[in-house]
């Protein structure tokens, strides 16, 4: 897996949890060196035993563990530039919606050896959605969940989103978006991430 | 490829609202026939920042710079279809690109606009926004490439500093020498001092200096003179006891611990096979690369009491000098109370050569 993929799970148990639960974690996995590298690539199996060593260490269900990385993503204010390649997709959360089905390619412009999920959205009434995810590992649906929930708050859009099963390989998700204005939501400046 | 000339007169005309205009081309400016501004795109009202345009002259908001200066209607009509390069007189700073089309009927113009290679300093300045743009223009994109280009950039920038900052650890953490594989300096004066604090101590230091490494170095270039190097190396890694440790101290110096020496005869017959082994020709590109050897060498057993490292390395080099003028290609053993010639960076060859001290195993 992807180096950035590692690297998620490594920010996201260091920043909320401390370096020392870190350490444990990849005591458990033995891993054999102390960091993730963003640039560079992993075995598979390597980020899986790191995720399940993960989930042992904190307690968490894998789903649960998986959701708090997504929102994580987007809301960890270090992660800003994160955040702000994101809010590209669209001038509102129908339209960030609308637009995930480009995520793979936005994601491959940034980083061309990038694996990101294959994501196509359904629209099965004017404000209910059904969104279909596939990716190398398992677990991109709750990822998924918890990353749109925080755009959905980042937008200010007010959205109830759940699990909605898994067929064959693919992920499921249910997205009813019940305001698109409900709260004044983050701010966006196009121009400033390079001014 | 898009036709430089304005529609063939076969083209059936068509009518399309100021509303359409807006949405279609944000940038765009229409001028009447006499160049008057009658309607600007939201987006380009939003980059000139000074309410309505209607009214305005076309040249008292934009300034007309390539492919040639036009300052006049006629001289502005002549670029239609071409690539313009423009600015906003309030914005000189930010290149802008433009195209133009003469509308029918000697209506006037269109001036369609995008913000060319300034675009990321162009969004910034005038606080646009993703809607501020058709949704068939990509300079949002390109906006967006950039930032991850920034930040990827960054990414890449951090793995190197680390990588660089682990190597110069691991640089300054080793104990070997590259070239020979024997223990380096560090290494060396670590196993020097381990060797003084034993409590029964019982070793002999031996310095090794080649002859002739130079003249090897200088004729027959570097490689040559690693050759010869990695050969020591070679001799002092088998020709040496598993306890005593040889290390590559300098360029053509040798550090060699023996550790539990049986007597200075020993010694020197140790010192005269090392010498003979160096001395093996080694052959390299055709040619046979000659050296020798000048070693001295301090012993424990030679010390009333216990000399600290700095006093040890002293003497054996001393010891070593010795050997150097006694004629090369040979051994001198430090003898305590014995006055320490120093040695100085180009020191003549010795004239007429004093006594030669002592040489033990002779």
Redesign the interface.
């Known amino acids: 897996m992807h180096g950035m993929v590692n690297r998620a799970l490594q920010g996201f148990v260091t920043a909320t949890y401390g370096p020392e639960l870190w350490a444990e974690v990849r005591s458990q996995a033995c891993l054999p060196f102390d960091d993730f590298?963003?640039?560079?690539h992993y075995p598979d199996a390597l980020t899986l035993t790191c995720f399940d060593a993960a989930c042992h260490v904190l307690h968490k269900h894998p789903n649960a563990l998986l959701e708090d990385i997504g929102t994580w993503l987007v809301t960890d204010p270090h992660l800003e530039?994160?955040r702000?390649?994101m809010r590209?997709s669209?001038?509102s959360f129908l339209?960030f919606l609308l637009s995930l089905d480009e995520l793979g390619d936005?994601g491959r412009?940034?980083?061309p050896d990038l694996d990101l999920p294959r994501i196509e959205l359904e629209r099965l009434d004017p404000s209910s959605f059904r969104i279909r995810a596939q990716w190398r590992l398992p677990g991109i649906g709750p990822i998924l969940m918890g990353c749109l929930r925080a755009m959905a708050d980042d937008y200010g859009a007010l959205a109830y989103l759940r699990l909605d099963g898994i067929e064959g390989g693919t992920e499921c998700l249910h997205v009813q978006l019940l305001d698109t204005a409900f709260a004044r939501g983050r701010g966006f400046?196009?121009?400033?991430?390079?001014? | 490829m898009i036709t430089r000339n304005p529609a063939p007169v076969a083209m059936p005309v068509i009518a399309l609202s100021g509303g359409t205009l807006d949405l279609l081309m944000p940038m765009h400016l229409r001028a009447d026939a006499r160049g008057r501004v009658v309607q600007a795109g939201p987006t380009l009202l939003k980059m000139a920042g000074q309410g309505d345009l209607a009214g305005l002259s076309l040249f008292d908001l934009v300034e007309i710079r390539r492919p040639a200066r036009a300052e006049t209607l006629s001289a502005l009509m002549a670029l239609a279809g071409q690539r313009i390069g423009l600015v906003l007189r309030a914005t000189p700073h930010l290149a802008l690109r433009g195209a133009l089309v003469p509308l029918p009927g000697d209506a006037g113009l269109i001036l369609d606009l995008s913000l060319g290679l300034s675009f990321a300093r162009a969004v910034a300045e005038f606080g646009l926004t993703l809607n501020d743009f058709s949704p068939c223009d990509q300079t949002v994109d390109m906006l967006y490439l950039h930032e991850a280009n920034i930040s990827t950039m960054a990414l890449s920038r951090h793995l190197s500093h680390r990588l660089q900052a682990a190597r110069a650890r691991a640089e300054a953490q080793a104990l070997t020498d590259p070239l020979t594989g024997l223990a380096n300096r560090r290494a060396m004066d670590i196993e020097i001092a381990r060797a003084l604090d034993d409590p029964m101590p019982d070793f002999a230091l031996m310095q090794i200096d080649l002859d002739h490494f130079k003249a090897i170095n200088d004729s027959l270039g570097h490689a040559a003179g690693d050759a010869v190097l990695e050969w020591v190396g070679r001799v002092l890694r088998e020709h040496l006891r598993a306890g005593d440790v040889a290390g590559r101290v300098g360029g053509d110096e040798f550090l060699v611990l023996l550790r539990d020496p049986d007597g200075s005869d020993s010694l020197a017959r140790v010192a005269a096979r090392l010498i003979a082994l160096i001395e093996t020709p080694v052959p390299f590109g055709g040619q046979l690369c000659r050296i020798s050897a000048s070693i001295g060498i301090a012993a424990w057993a030679g010390y009333a009491e216990r000399p600290d490292i700095n006093r040890l390395l002293a003497d054996v080099d001393a010891a070593l000098y010795t050997a150097k003028r006694a004629g090369r290609g040979r051994c001198v053993l430090h003898q305590p109370g014995a006055p320490r010639p120093r040695r100085r960076a180009g020191d003549p060859p010795p004239m007429g050569l004093e006594p030669a001290p002592p040489r033990p195993g002779d």
């Open positions: 590298e963003a640039m560079l530039p994160l702000r390649l590209f669209g001038a339209d936005r412009l940034a980083v400046e196009l121009g400033r991430g390079v001014a």
